[in-house]
């Protein structure tokens, strides 16, 4: 392996330390116009009117009669209308749009929209719609309950999150052949070009989507962009020319989805030696108004809701239910970090109650190789939860902290979790990803739907391509990621463009090796002309998955983690302070450590924020501190510390041994940051802690 | 309304109060300075005017008349700073990067991690929890007390 676990220089770096990258605001076209996009100022009710003199002043304006096709952003419902038509069901709904070629005239634009208010629905807990209702069973429950010595409850909650890349959305639509292209940023152009083909009843060769350089996407850039891309193509095709819509942050803010709120409660049956032998768990997560992507983010958290821990008497039910909020989405993590931080806290909260260390009630249910998880997948000689727990102990001198920090106002504290790569369950079969490669004169292009979105995709496809053909890692070329020119690979989320993309691209490159034989890729095209091949997906042997049940193998891979946090709180503003994380990760194998360290740093910073800072107050339906100055995320100041330390237990499956990063790093920091909140000697259950809560909790001790 | 532009003298149209993040993006065809969040929080938008970091979005053209004004294009791609941040991964998705390079352009040779991180706090990275970035600076304010063999640098072919 001349590339795979070598530091080559990122395929998009140049670009990026010059200035030189093109993000979407930095297109324009002639004769463009900007978009702007009119929204619900009311939570729920009627729409009555909508009055304007917009066309009388030039400017081009699209109601949903404007729709040629189906009035919905195609996902797994079509329940959310691309533009509301006679009610809305939460604040910043899309209802009308409109463009200008000046920018202050399409922001003095008046136009009023009459609604007749009903009363909305925030609170989860009593609402009757449910969106899915996940149940995973294993064993007898009652029987686990009857083996134990105590039993434990509790109920842990967590917030909203907010993306915050730091390149808001933006697409530009510009009709041209009889179709239209858009530009923009994205996670997933083969999502866009699927929504578009809905929304315009138009067959897929005359809708194009090209990514632009995207900055950031968290899973924030996964289904929103359709949306957009949406209005900005009706638009284009009402009035003929390009047209810009870029979101401004509070628009940003205000509009698009965010990580779901979510209320878990545990009820955990125990013996005196610390054996788990029942565990019930609840989950109820916030789906917004629409049903987006909540399902899949339910059934993610469901599964990773016992934390890596073995049990062989199991009840998992879970809810995603309608509120009148802006539809919850996908963010990193996807459902995993807010119920493994219930897991991980209330096994805390279990080690208090049986008066052993939390650490020995981990070594003692961690899962090992051979041992099942909820669903009854069986683990194989990967499963390193054990081996991280024990290298995180260890690198971070935990025991010795422990024992020093007691009194002291800090604290230590850790959290061992879990994260599966890939689609859940049957997905990647549902899927059926395809990639390429494309023999060129002087080596190969990977063509693949997968999107650079920071986390380095482009350079670990080649060094992956490089080193399955054995050629130089600079004879790779990778394709933009272009619906005119690469193969549906599936969306850029899931932790599932190393280990499943990756690996297509792997197998297709070895058949290019094998044509090769002995020729240059120059000399192949000379003798028998150009080369591309194009593989599906092909699930690893032996992976059975029962949808109807929730019975199998959930993920063909896990990766595990260890987090260590250590925290300073402030004895006059009860401010916790981060001094310290030690994330030891396991992820089968690092392509490219740098990219994996990137990934582990990036995620556990935000799962700082998300512990401790990134509060989203919610006011009558709408984000009450939709700007960065009032809702803020970790800056150098406020992010501790971070020691990463790579562990490379290979699965059998990804490419070299790959399994998934993307996602994983951010399960950890919230439990283990609170757990040492807990160790300094505060009872805290929800996120995110904010100095008024740990407040709170010292004058009730007082 | 005149003022230096990456060593060169520029001639701008532009009305007093524009601001300057809209002008060099718009008027002057440089799109290396991003706009995150408009209000002067994120730092995506910094510029060095006469040396120090500023956030393009708050400063209306007017005040930079007559200053030098230095962007990411102006670093051509040949500085040592953009040389470490390549070097050590410290550019993800990008989108900060232009900013956050001129403001560690600010920061003194022989600095210590804690003033680095004092001096970038303005600079939001939402995909990197700044541990690149440190490495990439350190790298050249600070080369002794950068933290090295954790992560070997990129090399290059």
């Not at chain 1, 202050?104 to 208010?117: F, G, I, R, T, Y």
């Not at chain 1, 986390?455 to 399955?468: C, F, L, N, P, Y």
């Not at chain 1, 059998?652 to 439990?671: C, H, Q, R, S, T």
Request: hydrophobic share 40%.
């Amino acid at each position: 392996m001349a590339y795979v676990g070598q530091n080559v220089e990122r395929k998009d770096s140049q670009a990026k330390v010059t200035g030189a990258a093109i993000y979407a605001d930095d297109l324009t076209f002639p004769g463009m116009l900007y978009g702007r996009t009119i929204r619900s100022e009311i939570a729920a009710g009627r729409i009555t009117g909508i009055s304007h003199d917009l066309e009388r002043d030039g400017f081009t304006v699209v109601t949903a009669a404007d729709i040629p096709g189906r009035n919905a952003i195609e996902l797994i419902e079509y329940d959310q209308p691309c533009l509301a038509t006679d009610r809305v069901n939460h604040v910043a709904e899309p209802i009308l749009l409109i463009a200008h070629p000046d920018r202050a005239a399409l922001w003095k634009a008046q136009v009023d929209v009459s609604c007749e208010p009903e009363d909305p629905l925030f609170d989860p807990r009593l609402s009757q719609r449910v969106f899915k209702h996940v149940r995973i069973t294993k064993g007898d429950l009652d029987g686990g309950f009857a083996a134990a010595d105590v039993v434990v409850e509790g109920e842990y909650r967590t917030g909203h999150q907010e993306h915050i890349y730091i390149e808001t959305n933006g697409v530009i639509a510009v009709p041209e052949n009889g179709g239209i292209t858009l530009y923009g940023s994205m996670q997933c152009p083969f999502y866009v070009h699927k929504a578009l083909q809905c929304l315009l009843d138009w067959p897929d060769e005359r809708v194009r989507v090209v990514q632009t350089e995207t900055g950031g996407g968290f899973g924030g850039k996964e289904e929103y962009p359709s949306m957009i891309a949406a209005h900005a193509a009706l638009l284009a095709l009402k009035s003929q020319r390009p047209v810009k819509l870029i979101y401004d942050r509070v628009e940003d803010m205000l509009a698009t989805t965010k990580r779901h709120p979510s209320i878990v409660r545990h009820r955990t049956g125990v013996t005196r030696d610390g054996r788990i032998t029942a565990m019930d768990i609840d989950i109820l997560m916030d789906g917004g108004a629409y049903v987006t992507l909540s399902p899949v983010v339910l059934s993610r958290g469901a599964i990773h809701s016992t934390g890596p821990y073995r049990c062989d008497n199991v009840r998992i039910s879970g809810r995603t239910v309608f509120t009148n909020t802006p539809p919850n989405g996908a963010f990193r993590g996807f459902g995993a970090p807010q119920t493994q931080f219930a897991a991980e806290v209330h096994m805390e909260r279990i080690a208090e109650m049986l008066r052993m260390s939390s650490v020995d009630l981990r070594r003692r249910n961690a899962l090992r190789p051979g041992d099942t998880t909820a669903t009854g997948q069986l683990l194989k000689d990967d499963c390193s939860a054990l081996e991280v727990l024990e290298r995180a102990l260890a690198r971070s001198d935990y025991e010795a902290k422990r024992a020093a920090y007691r009194g002291t106002g800090r604290g230590v504290g850790l959290a061992l979790f879990f994260h599966g790569a890939g689609f859940t369950g049957g997905g990647e079969v549902r899927l059926a990803s395809r990639a390429a490669v494309e023999l060129t004169r002087t080596g190969a292009r990977v063509l693949v739907g997968s999107t650079e979105i920071g986390q380095g995709t482009r350079t670990m496809h080649a060094q992956i391509v490089a080193d399955a053909l054995g050629l130089p890692f600079d004879a790779i070329d990778v394709s933009p990621a272009d619906t005119a020119a690469v193969p549906d690979s599936g969306p850029t989320v899931a932790s599932r463009t190393c280990m499943v993309v990756g690996r297509i691209l792997q197998r297709c490159a070895e058949e290019i090796r094998e044509r090769l034989g002995e020729l240059t890729p120059a000399q192949y095209i000379d003798a028998h002309g150009p080369l591309v091949v194009v593989k599906e997906y092909e699930g690893p042997s032996g992976i059975v998955w029962d949808d109807d049940t929730y019975r199998g193998d959930a993920y063909a891979a896990y990766a595990w983690a260890c987090d260590v946090a250590e925290v300073e709180i402030d004895p006059d503003s009860f401010a916790v302070r981060p001094l310290r994380i030690t994330a030891v990760q396991d992820i089968g194998k690092a392509i490219h450590p740098i990219l994996v360290a990137g990934q582990i740093e990036g995620g556990t910073a935000q799962g700082v924020g998300y512990a401790l800072i990134e509060h989203v107050v919610m006011r009558d339906g709408a984000m009450a501190n939709a700007t960065l100055t009032n809702y803020t995320i970790p800056t150098t100041l406020d992010t501790p510390v971070i020691d990463v330390e790579i562990v490379e237990r290979p699965c059998d499956y990804g490419p070299f041994g790959a399994k998934g990063v993307g996602e994983l790093p951010i399960d950890g920091p919230a439990p283990a940051i609170v757990n040492a909140i807990r160790h300094a000697g505060y009872d805290v259950r929800d996120i995110p802690v904010l100095p008024e809560h740990v407040e709170t909790l010292e004058c009730a001790s007082r | 309304m005149r003022f230096t532009l990456n060593g060169r003298p520029v001639d701008v149209a532009a009305p007093p109060m524009a601001r300057l993040l809209d002008v060099l993006r718009q008027e002057c065809g440089l799109t290396g300075t991003k706009e995150g969040c408009g209000e002067g929080e994120c730092g995506a938008c910094t510029v060095l005017v006469d040396g120090e970091p500023v956030c393009a979005c708050l400063v209306p053209v007017a005040q930079v008349a007559d200053c030098e004004v230095l962007t990411i294009e102006g670093l051509g791609g040949d500085h040592v700073m953009q040389h470490a941040f390549v070097a050590e991964g410290a550019a993800q998705c990008g989108i900060c990067t232009p900013g956050m390079l001129l403001t560690a352009l600010t920061i003194p040779p022989g600095a210590s991690i804690e003033e680095v991180r004092a001096t970038l706090a303005g600079n939001l990275c939402r995909c990197t929890g700044y541990e690149a970035i440190y490495r990439a600076v350190m790298r050249v304010v600070t080369p002794a007390l950068q933290p090295t063999g954790k992560f070997k640098a990129i090399s290059r072919e």
